[in-house]
């Protein structure tokens, strides 16, 4: 590694810094409900653009990318998700991600059964929000009508 990308890589470790281990990203989520988590994600999205000017493996990517998705919905429930949050770090898992990798780096079987795993179970999340809207929807217009 050159020292460019030794000051990138500095830089990339002082924004997870900043985002999880001071807390700034549940901080967001807590200050500014649901827009808050929304900006957290996209400082984090730091991360994931130092990995990809890297040629890091996309699978690798996509996982990163992932691990905000979830940082994100975990932050979106009120309270207790900004409180969830604070231990759900995408940020330093990311970090530790890049810094196990070498630049072309091919896909590990690990990142693929993560993502297959992490997709499944964010749509039948996705299905059990529907199913939960769609009894309470039912629930208020059944009381009403």
Request: charged share 20%; proline share 3%.
């Given at each position: 590694m050159g020292v460019p990308e030794d000051r990138e890589l500095a830089h990339v470790r002082l924004v997870t810094r900043v985002l999880d281990t001071y807390g700034l990203d549940p901080i967001l989520g807590f200050i500014i409900p649901e827009l808050g988590d929304l900006i957290g994600a996209l400082l984090g999205l730091y991360v994931v653009i130092y990995a990809l000017r890297h040629n890091m493996s996309k699978a690798l990517v996509a996982r990163m990318v992932l691990n905000l998705g979830i940082d994100m919905a975990i932050g979106a429930v009120p309270i207790l998700g900004d409180l969830a949050?604070?231990?759900?770090?995408?940020?330093?898992?990311?970090?530790?991600?890049?810094?196990?990798?070498?630049?072309?780096s091919p896909a590990r079987r690990s990142d693929w059964i993560v993502?297959?795993?992490?997709?499944?179970?964010?749509?039948?999340?996705?299905?059990?929000?529907?199913?939960?809207?769609v009894r309470i929807v039912g629930a208020i217009a059944g009381a009403i009508f």
């Amino acid at each position: 590694m050159g020292v460019p990308e030794d000051r990138e890589l500095a830089h990339v470790r002082l924004v997870t810094r900043v985002l999880d281990t001071y807390g700034l990203d549940p901080i967001l989520g807590f200050i500014i409900p649901e827009l808050g988590d929304l900006i957290g994600a996209l400082l984090g999205l730091y991360v994931v653009i130092y990995a990809l000017r890297h040629n890091m493996s996309k699978a690798l990517v996509a996982r990163m990318v992932l691990n905000l998705g979830i940082d994100m919905a975990i932050g979106a429930v009120p309270i207790l998700g900004d409180l969830a949050d604070i231990g759900f770090k995408a940020n330093e898992r990311n970090l530790k991600l890049v810094e196990s990798r070498e630049a072309n780096s091919p896909a590990r079987r690990s990142d693929w059964i993560v993502l297959v795993g992490a997709f499944a179970g964010f749509f039948a999340l996705i299905g059990l929000l529907v199913y939960a809207v769609v009894r309470i929807v039912g629930a208020i217009a059944g009381a009403i009508f």
